[in-house]
């Protein structure tokens, strides 16, 4: 056997690209970061602007940002039985699609709004924070929800759970757990009140600005 040199070592295996990183959402959901800043993007109306689209004509603009970011609310049929909780939907082409529909005649027609969305008084921003849905006042007006009516303390529930805690919830969608049925009640109460406090003091940023 004569001998040889080695021109080059050629290594053959299984190549697998990298898994991509995900990170988990207030709700729990586990998303990548590019799904989080295109949610967060939405939510601040700067749908388009990564794709180099400045210049969209209002229309589009409007329709993607309308369908970017969906917040369903609760769904019940006609007898009122609940067939869906609050959910957030979205749809990464959105500006594509605004843009086909728009081609099609499809507009975003304010006047006719029967029914708006509002991220959730006091709480923490987030894409996935279903809110709550508010309709027109007699008036006319969108009447921001009272906080205090919102977090209602009276509508706290403690129960002791399998783990031998005590479980304090909220239907808005808050709980907490302590060792004693009093401490978890307490601590409902402040986290309650600290999102009161939270929400009123936006709202008078919001009338000020």
């Given at each position: 056997?004569?001998d040889?040199e080695?021109v080059?070592?050629?290594?053959?295996g299984?190549?697998?690209?990298p898994?991509p990183?995900?990170?988990?959402?207030e709700?729990?959901?586990q998303?990548?970061?590019?799904f989080?800043?295109?949610?967060?993007?939405?939510?601040?109306?700067?749908?388009?602007?990564?794709e180099?689209t400045?210049?969209l004509?209002?229309?589009?603009r409007?329709?993607?940002?309308?369908?970017?970011?969906?917040?369903l609310p609760?769904?019940?049929?006609?007898?009122?039985?609940?067939?869906a909780?609050p959910t957030?939907?979205?749809?990464?082409?959105?500006?594509?699609?605004a843009?086909y529909?728009?081609k099609?005649?499809?507009?975003?027609h304010?006047e006719?709004e029967?029914?708006?969305?509002?991220?959730t008084p006091?709480?923490?921003?987030?894409?996935?924070d279903?809110?709550?849905?508010?309709?027109?006042?007699?008036?006319?007006g969108?009447?921001?929800?009272d906080?205090?009516?919102?977090y209602?303390?009276?509508?706290?529930q403690v129960?002791?759970?399998?783990n031998?805690?005590?479980?304090?919830?909220h239907p808005?969608?808050?709980?907490?757990?302590a060792?004693?049925k009093?401490e978890?009640?307490?601590?409902m109460?402040?986290?309650l009140?600290n999102?009161?406090?939270?929400?009123?003091?936006?709202?008078?940023r919001?009338?000020?600005?």
């Amino acid at each position: 056997m004569t001998d040889k040199e080695i021109v080059q070592a050629i290594q053959f295996g299984s190549h697998q690209p990298p898994a991509p990183e995900y990170s988990r959402a207030e709700s729990g959901q586990q998303v990548t970061p590019e799904f989080m800043a295109f949610i967060q993007q939405a939510l601040s109306g700067r749908i388009g602007q990564s794709e180099g689209t400045a210049d969209l004509d209002p229309q589009v603009r409007a329709l993607a940002e309308e369908l970017s970011v969906i917040h369903l609310p609760e769904w019940s049929d006609e007898v009122g039985r609940k067939r869906a909780d609050p959910t957030v939907t979205s749809m990464k082409q959105a500006v594509r699609v605004a843009d086909y529909l728009v081609k099609r005649g499809v507009r975003v027609h304010p006047e006719l709004e029967e029914v708006r969305w509002m991220p959730t008084p006091g709480g923490l921003p987030g894409a996935f924070d279903t809110g709550l849905h508010i309709v027109k006042d007699e008036a006319g007006g969108w009447p921001a929800p009272d906080p205090d009516e919102f977090y209602d303390l009276e509508e706290i529930q403690v129960k002791q759970v399998d783990n031998g805690l005590w479980s304090a919830t909220h239907p808005r969608g808050v709980s907490v757990e302590a060792a004693t049925k009093s401490e978890a009640y307490a601590a409902m109460v402040d986290i309650l009140r600290n999102r009161i406090e939270l929400a009123k003091t936006a709202d008078e940023r919001h009338i000020y600005e």
